[in-house]
């Protein structure tokens, strides 16, 4: 009874150490539409968030391919072309309010936009790369619930 106790306890054991080395796997890498999508970089150079100002953000709707978001100081819209690794960004609409800060930016991810070629994700982490590789943008997935 004893060394079956033993063994038994063994089992849950070694179970448990298994699942807790499955737990620390690599992140399951989120998914390119419906996430909201944070600015970070534009080429190699980090993005700050302006106070008073909502964050450059994007999120591409799987439902129309439409792309809605932030400059940082207006708000985008427009449509995208998706097909496997390719991904690219229709004519780019925004409003028109002026900001202290953050003009620069806004340019910058517009134009960053337009060189869209290529997407990659790995974790949380989503990078947005222009015909010859380049990197264009770099963002972070933010869970908003």
């Known amino acids: 009874m004893m060394k079956r106790m033993m063994s038994l306890a063994l089992v849950l054991a070694?179970?448990?150490v298994m699942a807790g080395c499955a737990a620390m796997e690599a992140p399951v890498d989120e998914p390119l539409v419906n996430t909201y999508w944070k600015l970070t970089r534009l080429g190699e150079t980090p993005v700050a968030v302006v106070d008073n100002q909502r964050e450059a953000h994007l999120v591409l709707?799987?439902?129309?391919r439409r792309v809605a978001g932030s400059t940082g100081c207006n708000r985008l819209?427009?449509?995208?072309?998706?097909?496997?690794?390719?991904?690219?960004?229709?004519?780019?609409?925004t409003t028109r309010m002026a900001c202290m800060a953050g003009m620069d930016t806004e340019q910058a991810f517009l134009a960053a936009l337009d060189r869209v070629?290529?997407?990659d994700i790995e974790g949380k982490s989503l990078t947005l790369t222009d015909a010859q590789g380049?990197?264009?943008a770099r963002?972070?997935?933010?869970?908003?619930?």
């Open 14 to 16: 070694f179970s448990l």
């Open 61 to 64: 709707h799987e439902e129309d």
């Open 77 to 93: 819209m427009g449509d995208y072309r998706l097909a496997g690794q390719a991904l690219s960004f229709g004519q780019m609409a």
């Open 117 to 119: 070629a290529a997407w």
């Open 134 to 136: 380049e990197v264009v």
């Open 139 to 145: 963002f972070e997935a933010v869970h908003l619930y």
